[in-house]
């Protein structure tokens, strides 16, 4: 039984919920960027909110597109599935 979760499962799970408090942040106006009040402008507010969700739909399809074995449950599924092939 593979105890272990892959690194790839770990990566696609981190950058999904970074991702996600990411879209969080901005949908609730907090953005990090160090842009001066005289440079923010509506077309770059709009351009970076469409980049964050774009960032999030891409994460979140790529995180979840591979089967994810999170739980020893599907761990073990996993590791039997491997060793039979």
């Known amino acids: 039984m593979n ?3 892959d690194v790839g499962t770990r990566l696609r799970t981190v950058l999904l919920f970074v991702a996600l408090i ?3 942040l901005v949908s609730i106006g907090w953005s990090e960027l ?3 009040e005289e440079e923010v402008k509506a077309a770059t507010e ?4 469409a980049g964050s969700t774009v960032f999030t739909i891409a994460t ?3 995180s979840w597109w591979k089967d994810n074995p999170i739980s020893r449950k599907a761990r073990a599924k ?3 599935e491997e060793n039979r092939l």
């Open 22 to 24: 990411n879209q969080i």
């Open 3 to 5: 105890k272990k979760i």
């Open 34 to 36: 160090p842009v001066g």
């Open 60 to 62: 979140a399809l790529i």
């Open 78 to 80: 996993k590791a039997k």
């Open 46 to 49: 709009n351009l970076y909110v």
